[in-house]
């Protein structure tokens, strides 16, 4: 009876240690831009609907493209339990934009972290090939607290306009997850802005490489009624994906989600308008490693 009862005590230990989900997701969060005041989209008041989400979905981790420092310092002010990692892509410090991270860490440990910027001298920032604007990936190494195991998290924002700077940063990436990962052998997520949809060949890049999958194609479920990108326009229709989250082979892909929520503002002639919380969709999903 004993010995049963240990069985059963350790097979329900082996249970809870690895059928954990970890909610994983990408958000373009768009920078706070000048024009905001004229388009109607503040940050002040989407600012905190941004939180309100992501308080109701409750990710683990997720990855943030375009916020400044004081976005990212005022997000971190609206979402108790959170910390993030990351520096502005401009000058490593706090200048320009950053990939953030933003992880629970009473549900995932941050190991250790760094940063790389996608050019041709990868460890200090510059513009790279043809691209418009300097661009960086922050990554961190962290250990789930639940199942103990390990992973990395990886998250970038690639160039909008440079083609060459797009395929060089690709191959760069790839070039350090696989190191990172052994080939795809430990655990690892990508996420970010890739400015590239999935009929794109760089897209292939990532996906046909062994070491990488698309968690949009592999997911049990789906709740994706549109694409990633939709210019701050609630009418807007695509189903081109820029937005993306790759995994390691080995990790299964329970859920994925383009979530399309919204809120609502009113002029001051009382005239009520929808508008996206930012002019990306934000996506997650729900995976097991």
Request: charged letters at 25%; hydrophobic letters at 35%; a positive charge.
């Amino acid at each position: 009876m004993k010995k049963t009862l240990l069985f059963l005590l350790g097979f329900l230990f082996y249970l809870g240690s690895t059928a954990q989900e970890l909610t994983v997701g990408s958000y373009n969060i768009r920078n706070k831009n000048r024009n905001d005041s004229i388009n109607g989209n503040v940050w002040q008041i989407r600012s905190k609907a941004i939180a309100n989400q992501i308080k109701w979905e409750r990710p683990d981790i997720f990855g943030t493209q375009e916020c400044l420092h004081h976005q990212l310092v005022d997000l971190e002010a609206l979402l108790s339990g959170y910390r993030w990692i990351g520096i502005g892509r401009d000058d490593g410090k706090e200048a320009g934009e950053y990939s953030a991270i933003f992880y629970k860490p009473d549900r995932v440990e941050l190991l250790e972290q760094g940063n790389f910027w996608l050019n041709e001298t990868p460890d200090r920032p510059a513009l790279g090939w043809d691209a418009a604007c300097i661009r960086i990936c922050t990554w961190g190494h962290f250990r789930d607290r639940k199942t103990k195991k390990e992973f990395y998290f990886l998250n970038l924002h690639m160039d909008h306009v440079g083609v060459k700077a797009r395929s060089e940063s690709a191959k760069l990436v790839m070039e350090r997850i696989t190191k990172m990962t052994n080939g795809g052998k430990k655990l690892a997520v990508l996420t970010g802005d890739f400015n590239v949809p999935q009929t794109n060949e760089l897209y292939s890049l990532f996906t046909q490489s062994g070491v990488l999958k698309d968690c949009y194609t592999c997911a049990k479920d789906r709740f994706a009624e549109t694409g990633t990108y939709n210019s701050f326009d609630p009418k807007t229709y695509t189903t081109e994906r820029i937005d993306h989250i790759f995994v390691t082979p080995s990790t299964s892909v329970e859920a994925f989600a383009v979530l399309t929520s919204g809120y609502w503002t009113k002029d001051t002639n009382n005239q009520i308008s929808r508008r996206t919380l930012s002019d990306h969709y934000p996506i997650f999903a729900r995976i097991k490693f």
